[in-house]
């Protein structure tokens, strides 16, 4: 479990906090660009306890702006501001990653991002199995709907009652319980070890950055800027040492065994 010291630097990204502090080293997507059309009107957003307002410059590229203006805290949704600042992101190498965005300290915003290097993904098939949202990019399956829960379907069909097409809708009945857990009253196990050494590493690298270290994945030099393949998904001989197992080239791998 976690002191509420430890809970706070963990769950709190408001400016100035530590964990906020480690947050705005990385890159954090921001809107859709179907948000965003050419020539559409900004748009507020909140993101680490800031407001702020995305727009596009007269040459379509995106700025990000703090929401009120510096003259008399005006609202710049409310306005075109052009010729300014703009917003980029960076170019990555990745595979599927769920990237949980704090909006502010009790509310965030789940971006999936797939990516594969040597063939082109298939829409249909990228959004098969995932809990659907409505227009509002909400899940359909939420809290005040009790997540479509079907108690008639606990026991033989399935133990949680969330239908199975709604599945990851049983993870947001546990995280969702509170707006920030008390991490205080855990009371964790064995197989909760991932969930122990990710806390331990954002706290370290939380405590390395106050003291003036880069966190992990933080990349200055552009010639650096590649990541190699990290999560692998195949079956390997009881023979193979795993923990080595991925640093091989996967060209020299064999193919993955049938499942």
Not at 34 to 59: H, I, K, N, W, Y
Not at 124 to 135: E, F, H, K, L, Q
Not at 229 to 253: E, K, N
Request: charged share 25%.
């Amino acid at each position: 479990m976690l002191t509420k010291e430890q809970n706070d630097l963990l769950t709190l990204t408001g400016p100035g906090t530590p964990a906020g502090e480690l947050l705005r080293r990385y890159w954090q997507p921001v809107a859709l660009q179907s948000e965003l059309p050419p020539g559409g009107a900004p748009l507020p957003v909140r993101l680490l306890g800031e407001d702020l307002v995305l727009f596009r410059d007269e040459q379509g590229r995106p700025g990000l702006l703090g929401l009120h203006c510096s003259h008399r805290g005006a609202d710049l949704s409310y306005f075109l501001v052009p010729n300014s600042s703009a917003f980029g992101g960076g170019r990555g190498d990745g595979y599927s990653i769920n990237w949980h965005v704090p909006i502010d300290d009790e509310h965030h915003w789940k971006y999936t991002f797939q990516y594969r290097a040597e063939e082109r993904i298939e829409r249909d098939a990228a959004r098969r199995g995932r809990t659907p949202i409505g227009p509002d990019y909400q899940p359909v399956p939420h809290k005040a709907n009790r997540y479509l829960e079907d108690r008639s379907l606990m026991g033989d069909v399935v133990y949680s009652g969330i239908p199975n097409q709604y599945f990851q809708a049983q993870d947001l009945c546990v995280t969702e319980s509170r707006p920030i857990q008390d991490r205080a009253q855990e009371h964790l196990g064995f197989g909760d070890r991932a969930i122990v050494a990710a806390r331990t590493m954002l706290i370290r690298a939380i405590k390395e950055l106050e003291e003036g270290v880069d966190p992990p994945g933080v990349v200055r030099d552009p010639a650096h800027n590649r990541f190699p393949l990290v999560v692998r998904g195949d079956t390997i001989s009881a023979s193979v040492d795993w923990r080595t197992y991925w640093q091989v080239s996967p060209a020299a791998l064999p193919a993955p065994q049938p499942r």
